[in-house]
């Protein structure tokens, strides 16, 4: 038996309870995790309130794609794990088949990776979800390099601060926008060239002054919404507008027709296209354990919490004031 975290309804934090299930043992193709650390994503908080791109298939449902540990048991025909490695849980799974919100729990060999020695549990719960998202849109799908200009909308948030150190990895200028002033000085200090404060400022006028009118190659936009005219404004011609998330919670319009049909590329991506692509995953996995290994990504961890008070960091997560990534800790 494992205390893992279960809800049995949509709702708010409070929904979600700390229960003790059957584990099992892992089947072909699956490792058996004793988890040490969780990370804690806006998809979570998403699938709970049954607002997600994908439902909840049954109750209770489980959550959780994002973890550090240690490998217990191994399944048949898994070859590259032992029992005793400390690894990483990537997201690469619906959370109706796994979730990683326990302590102990099975999740498929192909969704782990070994952690490098210099990353202790928390960071290793921290960083894959932040650094694989923004390596994958930016680098493998929209090929950034040295001297594009790449805009980060809720720049604060953990894979905003991840997309800032893989634009500096590769030679981009990462300019940051967040809502209020609060945040700037933390974002300049994270390595943002620039901070946009969306509240008192025009997104679109910042980033034409700050690249001599012609606009940046790429804005990676978690906020959506009617903000999309103005981000797409801000665009290079033949630059791309990533829409990967939609903390706004607002109807996106199109806005080529808008702006008088642009050389505008705007798509949605989401990290499964990296992560359950096993050749991009093991350039990912490449990509941010050099980075790792170099001292050139460091994950920022705004704070954690026990698992018990999961429901305590899910309302955290909402009150939107964090600066990188929410963790959960396991105490064994
Ligand atoms: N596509 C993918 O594969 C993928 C992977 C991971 C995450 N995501 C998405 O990426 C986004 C960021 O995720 P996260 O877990 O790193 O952080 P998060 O907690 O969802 O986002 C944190 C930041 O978003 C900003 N924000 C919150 N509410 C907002 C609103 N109504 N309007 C504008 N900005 C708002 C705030 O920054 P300021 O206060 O500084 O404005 C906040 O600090 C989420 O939408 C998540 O679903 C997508």
Redesign the pocket.
């Known amino acids: 038996m494992a205390a893992t975290v279960r809800f049995h309804e949509y709702g708010g934090p409070e929904v979600l309870r700390l229960e003790d299930v059957e584990v099992g043992e892992p089947g072909p193709g699956e490792l058996l995790i004793k988890v040490d650390a969780i990370g804690?994503?806006?998809?979570e908080?998403?699938f709970r309130g049954g607002h997600y791109i994908e439902p909840a298939k049954r109750f209770p449902a489980r959550l959780g794609a994002e973890a550090a540990g240690v490998v217990e048991a191994v399944g048949a025909g898994v070859t590259q794990f032992v029992a005793g490695q400390v690894v990483s849980v990537v997201?690469a799974f619906s959370m109706n088949d796994y979730a990683v919100y326990a302590e102990r729990a099975i999740v498929p060999a192909s969704a782990v990776v070994h952690r490098p020695a210099e990353v202790d549990a928390v960071e290793g719960a921290a960083v894959w979800?932040?650094y694989v998202?923004a390596y994958?849109?930016l680098v493998e799908v929209g090929g950034m390099q040295a001297g594009d200009t790449v805009v980060l909308?809720?720049?604060?948030?953990?894979?905003?601060l991840a997309a800032i150190q893989v634009a500096r990895r590769v030679g981009a200028t990462p300019v940051a926008?967040?809502?209020?002033r609060?945040?700037q000085e933390a974002?300049l200090k994270a390595g943002a060239a620039d901070v946009i404060v969306?509240d008192e400022e025009d997104v679109a006028d910042r980033v034409l002054a700050l690249t001599a009118g012609r606009g940046a190659e790429f804005v990676f936009d978690?906020?959506a919404?009617p903000?999309v005219v103005d981000l797409a404004r801000a665009v290079a011609p033949g630059g791309t507008l990533f829409l990967?998330?939609?903390?706004?919670?607002r109807e996106t319009p199109y806005p080529g027709f808008t702006l008088g049909m642009p050389a505008l590329n705007m798509r949605?991506?989401?990290?499964?296209?990296t992560t359950r692509d096993p050749q991009r995953l093991r350039r990912a996995e490449a990509f941010v354990s050099s980075g790792l290994r170099t001292g050139a990504f460091r994950p920022v961890i705004d704070r954690t919490f026990d698992l018990h008070d999961v429901a305590a960091a899910h309302r955290y997560?909402e009150a939107?004031?964090?600066?990188g990534?929410?963790v959960m800790t396991v105490g064994h």
Do not use: C, D, F
Not at 244 to 249: I, N
Not at 320 to 323: C, H, I, K, P
């Open positions: 804690v994503n806006r998809a908080v998403l997201p979800m932040p998202t994958g849109a909308t809720a720049a604060s948030s953990s894979v905003g926008t967040t809502r209020s609060v945040k974002l969306t978690a906020v919404g903000g990967y998330g939609a903390v706004s919670g949605t991506y989401t990290m499964h296209e997560m939107g004031t964090q600066v990534k929410i």
